[in-house]
């Protein structure tokens, strides 16, 4: 396929129909969906290929500040010690750099027996242990573009 509707409407239909192909439905949260676009792994572990990172709110949680701290500890670590994101205000809008954007997903209605689900992307403040999310909104920047980044919690 090279037209992106065709890719998406194939994954949704997957998910759709993910009940006639598979026997083992116990937990219906177990199936991710099939999102993958094939590239060489020189690709995707290249930092420069990296524009931002999403982190994704937990299902049940409207928010990341409603996560346990317990939680909260690991989620960009990981992230700052492989390069992927570089935190501080100065490295927004480098590669790789500091923007973030929070993900949440909720379910908005049923099509032929399963839910829908939709996906919002937004900013929040957020405090991890070494780390926070900044949100600077577009009304305080001059510039009117605003900023979510990563940044060291001193």
Excluded at 48 to 75: F, W
Excluded at 113 to 118: C, K, L, M, T, W
Aim: charged share 20%; with cysteine.
């Amino acid at each position: 396929m090279n037209n992106i509707r065709d890719m998406i409407n194939l994954q949704n239909w997957f998910y759709l129909k993910r009940t006639e192909y598979s026997t083992d439905w116990t937990d219906t949260h177990s199936y991710w969906g099939w999102n993958e676009i094939p590239v060489t792994k020189s690709i995707t572990d290249d930092a420069q290929h990296h524009e931002t990172l999403a982190i994704v709110v937990p299902e049940g949680l409207d928010s990341l500040n409603q996560m346990s701290n317990q939680y909260k500890t690991c989620r960009p670590r990981w992230y700052v010690n492989k390069g992927y994101l570089v935190p501080g205000a100065d490295n927004a809008g480098k590669r790789p750099g500091s923007y973030v954007v929070v993900l949440k997903q909720y379910q908005d209605s049923t099509i032929y027996g399963s839910p829908r689900y939709q996906r919002v992307f937004f900013c929040e403040d957020v405090t991890f242990n070494k780390y926070k999310i900044v949100y600077f909104p577009p009304s305080q920047d001059p510039n009117g573009k605003g900023a979510c980044y990563i940044d060291h919690n001193r």
